[in-house]
């Protein structure tokens, strides 16, 4: 239902459960060890998730399993999902979510667990319906999307439930990126080569620093970014980059 596998310096984490890639307990904890291998996966620098399906990312929650178990199983699943997709955030590598079909519920929470979004141009779907079903989204979208996209706007989609267009979506903030259908998926892997031939170790910790400190204070923020910045200076891409500069020469990152 997930596999993981990474190709020269880009690892894939692909959702395959047809026909709407909706997730159980079994997809989530699939789900989770992909995670899990992409972060020690040292051939994967940037990695992405993406679905086999032409039509869907994926539906969110397989909506007959909630209704048919009780709501301490329910809830079960739903704090295995937290702890999967909370994992994103800790590891120093970036993750892309290519989105090419619907999109919706605990889908496009797991795309906004994510650290980016890219979407193909389509007529497709993207939303959080389950206040139709009487619930919230408990993956973490009450959470990342008003982050992502503010309070307001996010209180909006979230409490009518309602679809709306890629175009939309990238207007708002939910995608940062809307590429043309036919070539979603090169664009999107050109960008991560890109990435993942730059200075890694410096990548990881803009991450962490940026994560990490829109959670705390300014204060507290600044002390992390010094923190990662004085590791860096120590690393082998600051001193190759700093070297590149000053002899007038393209560096060479990753190098031993």
């Given at each position: 239902?997930?596999?993981?596998?990474?190709?020269?310096?880009?690892?894939?984490?692909?959702?395959?459960?047809?026909?709407?890639?909706?997730?159980?307990?079994?997809?989530?904890?699939?789900?989770?060890?992909?995670?899990?291998?992409?972060?020690?996966?040292?051939?994967?620098?940037?990695?992405?998730?993406?679905?086999?399906?032409?039509?869907f990312?994926?539906?969110?929650?397989?909506?007959?399993?909630?209704?048919?178990?009780?709501?301490?199983?329910s809830?079960?699943?739903?704090?295995l999902?937290?702890?999967?997709?909370?994992?994103?955030?800790?590891?120093?590598?970036?993750?892309?979510?290519?989105?090419?079909?619907?999109?919706l519920?605990?889908?496009?929470?797991?795309?906004?667990?994510?650290?980016?979004?890219?979407?193909?141009?389509?007529?497709?779907?993207?939303g959080?319906?389950?206040?139709?079903?009487?619930?919230?989204?408990?993956?973490?979208?009450?959470?990342?999307?008003?982050?992502?996209?503010?309070?307001?706007?996010?209180?909006?989609?979230?409490?009518?439930?309602?679809?709306?267009?890629?175009?939309?979506?990238?207007?708002?903030?939910?995608?940062?990126r809307?590429?043309?259908?036919?070539?979603?998926?090169?664009?999107?892997?050109?960008?991560?080569?890109?990435?993942?031939?730059?200075?890694?170790?410096?990548?990881?910790?803009?991450k962490?620093a940026?994560?990490?400190?829109?959670?705390?204070?300014?204060?507290?923020?600044?002390?992390?970014?010094?923190?990662?910045?004085?590791?860096?200076?120590?690393?082998?891409?600051a001193?190759?980059?700093?070297?590149?500069?000053?002899?007038?020469?393209?560096?060479?990152f990753?190098?031993?």
């Amino acid at each position: 239902m997930v596999g993981y596998h990474s190709e020269e310096q880009i690892g894939f984490i692909t959702l395959d459960n047809p026909p709407a890639n909706s997730y159980d307990r079994e997809f989530m904890e699939q789900l989770g060890d992909a995670i899990v291998t992409a972060a020690d996966d040292e051939r994967g620098k940037v990695i992405i998730m993406r679905s086999s399906s032409p039509k869907f990312f994926s539906a969110g929650a397989d909506v007959k399993t909630f209704a048919e178990q009780d709501a301490a199983d329910s809830m079960a699943m739903i704090e295995l999902a937290h702890r999967a997709l909370g994992r994103i955030a800790s590891i120093p590598k970036i993750f892309i979510a290519l989105i090419q079909g619907h999109a919706l519920g605990g889908g496009l929470e797991m795309a906004l667990a994510c650290d980016l979004r890219f979407g193909a141009r389509g007529s497709y779907g993207l939303g959080t319906p389950e206040v139709t079903l009487g619930l919230l989204p408990g993956n973490g979208g009450t959470q990342r999307l008003p982050r992502l996209i503010g309070l307001s706007r996010a209180l909006d989609l979230m409490i009518t439930g309602r679809r709306i267009t890629p175009g939309q979506a990238h207007v708002l903030g939910i995608l940062d990126r809307l590429l043309p259908a036919s070539d979603a998926e090169a664009m999107t892997r050109g960008y991560a080569e890109v990435l993942a031939g730059g200075a890694a170790e410096a990548i990881g910790a803009i991450k962490q620093a940026a994560v990490g400190g829109v959670e705390v204070s300014l204060e507290d923020g600044l002390a992390r970014e010094r923190e990662l910045v004085a590791g860096l200076f120590r690393s082998r891409d600051a001193r190759e980059g700093l070297s590149a500069f000053i002899e007038k020469r393209e560096p060479v990152f990753g190098k031993t």
